[in-house]
């Protein structure tokens, strides 16, 4: 009952921060000149545009999923490799901040908070910098490999990189399963435990 308690608790909160994640990407590509997003509905903090139904099956049966990618044409921007590192950026960069605000809201408010509303805070800041830090990861197709690629000009590197990315991906997700050999967690967890050190800090408060 407890578990289903705390998925109940995440679950509006992941569905938020992957709305923040995809509204932000879509939001600075239309700054650079694209409005394929805005055409398409996609700057909306309406959680519904942006789930992918196989993502959102996956997110309740094994709570892993994604979002519905915001779509971005390059072709209007004035430099188009330089400017995707900026839509790229601005999503994780968007969870950090957003993350950031909800850990300080819980540790400054935390005695006048319900304590329903100080669990809501606190998942959200927890979901939003496992998203920030794991899209910051350079394996395609997450942001972090559109920052990366940008520096890498050999195209045919690119394109093999590119073209072994989301096996590699796969295959990082799975290793804990078969070699019990936590990459994602070794990565993850000191940056997620340095950001809530520093904006969490310490409250009286057990999930």
């Not at 992957?18 to 700054?31: D, F, N, P, R």
């Not at 950090?96 to 850990?103: D, E, K, M, Q, V």
Request: charged share 10%; aromatic share 16%; net charge positive.
């Amino acid at each position: 009952m407890n578990s289903i308690y705390t998925f109940l608790l995440l679950l509006p909160c992941i569905l938020l921060a992957l709305t923040i994640h995809e509204v932000s990407h879509g939001y600075v590509a239309y700054k650079f000149g694209d409005p394929t997003a805005k055409m398409a509905g996609r700057l909306t903090l309406n959680p519904i545009p942006h789930i992918d139904p196989i993502g959102f099956i996956l997110l309740l049966l094994i709570h892993i999923g994604w979002a519905k990618p915001v779509p971005v044409n390059p072709n209007y921007f004035r430099n188009p490799e330089r400017d995707m590192v900026f839509v790229a950026l601005a999503g994780p960069f968007s969870n950090f901040i957003t993350g950031a605000l909800s850990a300080l809201i819980a540790r400054f408010f935390y005695p006048v908070l319900p304590q329903i509303v100080l669990s809501l805070f606190i998942y959200f800041a927890f979901i939003s910098f496992i998203l920030s830090f794991f899209n910051l990861i350079p394996v395609p197709p997450l942001d972090g490999w559109r920052i990366a690629s940008y520096f890498i000009k050999d195209r045919d590197l690119k394109f093999q990189l590119e073209r072994g990315g989301l096996w590699l991906l796969i295959l990082i997700l799975l290793i804990p399963s078969f070699l019990g050999i936590d990459i994602l967690g070794m990565i993850l967890r000191p940056l997620v435990n340095m950001s809530f050190t520093i904006f969490l800090g310490k409250i009286p408060f057990i999930f």
